[in-house]
């Protein structure tokens, strides 16, 4: 096993749909299989887009059931509610003292809400609250508390994680050596799974495939693929098809060349392409998702991994908050 440990964040501001799936959470299950991992669940990092208590709570199940029934390692992986251990919001306070304003001021997310503001023509900050413009500082907060090496984010979290490392180096420029710098690693390039109307597959599109509907549900939603008009008689190009594109990640390597032939030659309808994709992703999916289901009617279940991985997070929180606090308070 690597030495390396790799941490993650998942926010629960969504029920995760395939473009979740293959982009992250596969890829994640697959690290922990090789490396000591901590996983948790960003509720509190959900706080500044969601207000109800009952949308994170689902969400957070949802998150914690599907790694469960995808076969997350949980000797190698710690799975936890970012919430349950105290000492990040408490690091996530002592990090503000030593947090230029200016780095936030420069933040992706924070300058995107100030642009539509300003596209709007309305006050530059309305509707940005604080746990918004300081999201970089908890989520330093997250990174160092846990003594990372890597942490696997999409190219939209790239710049989080350099002020994770930035913050670090102020802190440890300021009380000496305390923590590890972490690097961000993108994670290999899985591509952009596209929607049910060919777009980013993404919660804000409104076109998503949930990655554990009921069978009957997944099926309409594959039917429902927007296509082009063309024959079945006529030849198709795959890389510019939807159900392709979904197909070539839950197919062996032959069957990929197979439908591709197929969509190449003619011959076959959309209907019967959908219905190929159905029945493969079903397959793949059939048994995971009979345990999702299984975990979430049994929450019990998952209450009990969250709090082993608290417990075993916490191990690790307190030896690095107790670190921080003696450094900056004696
Ligand atoms: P959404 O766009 O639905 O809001 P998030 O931004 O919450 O999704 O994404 C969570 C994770 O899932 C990120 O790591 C992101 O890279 C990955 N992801 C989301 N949508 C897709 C997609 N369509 N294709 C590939 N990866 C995706
Ligand atoms: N901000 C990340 C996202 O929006 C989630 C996250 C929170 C995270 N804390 C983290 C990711 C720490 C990696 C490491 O997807």
């Known amino acids: ?42 509720d509190l990092h959900a706080l500044n887009i969601i207000h109800d208590p009952k949308q994170i709570k689902q969400h957070t199940y949802e998150i914690a059931a599907i790694l469960m029934a995808l076969g997350l390692n949980l000797d190698n992986a ?19 003292n030593i947090t230029p304003k200016g780095l936030m001021n420069r933040a992706h997310s924070y300058k995107a809400a100030v ?8 006050d ?16 330093a907060a997250d ?15 790239k710049q989080h994680v350099e002020f994770a490392r930035d913050i670090a180096g102020y ?52 039917m429902r693929i927007i296509t082009d008009s063309k024959l079945p008689s006529e030849p198709k190009n795959p890389d510019d098809s939807t159900i392709f594109q979904l197909y070539r990640h839950f197919a062996s390597p032959d069957e990929i060349a197979a439908l591709r032939t197929r969509f190449e030659q003619g011959g076959m309808g959309y209907g019967d392409a959908k219905q190929i994709l159905f029945d493969k992703v079903n397959d793949v999916l059939s048994g995971p998702r009979s345990e999702y289901e299984r975990l979430m009617s049994t929450p019990s279940e998952i209450d009990a991994i969250l709090a ?20 900056m308070l004696g």
């Open 1 to 42: 096993m690597s030495e390396q440990i790799v941490l993650t964040g998942i926010k629960p501001t969504g029920t995760p749909h395939l473009g979740n799936y293959v982009g992250a959470l596969k890829p994640l299950v697959e690290m922990a299989k090789t490396n000591k991992t901590f996983v948790f669940i960003a």
């Open 78 to 96: 710690t799975l936890f509610r970012q919430s349950d251990i105290v000492q990040v919001s408490q690091l996530s306070t002592m990090l503000m």
């Open 115 to 122: 642009d539509k503001n300003i596209a709007a023509g309305v």
């Open 124 to 139: 530059t900050d309305a509707g940005i609250n604080m746990g918004l413009y300081t999201y970089p500082i908890l989520m």
């Open 143 to 157: 990174i160092l508390l846990y003594e990372s090496d890597v942490v696997p984010v999409g190219a939209d979290q």
């Open 171 to 222: 802190f440890n420029h300021v009380y000496g050596d305390t923590f590890k710098l972490p690097e961000p690693v993108i994670g290999e390039d899985t591509g952009i799974i596209p929607g049910l109307d060919g777009r980013k597959m993404s919660k804000s599109y409104d076109n998503v495939i949930p990655l554990f509907a009921p069978a009957s549900q997944l099926k309409k939603k594959i």
């Open 308 to 327: 082993d991985g608290a417990s075993r997070a916490r191990v690790v929180a307190e030896r690095t908050y107790n670190r921080v606090s003696r450094a």
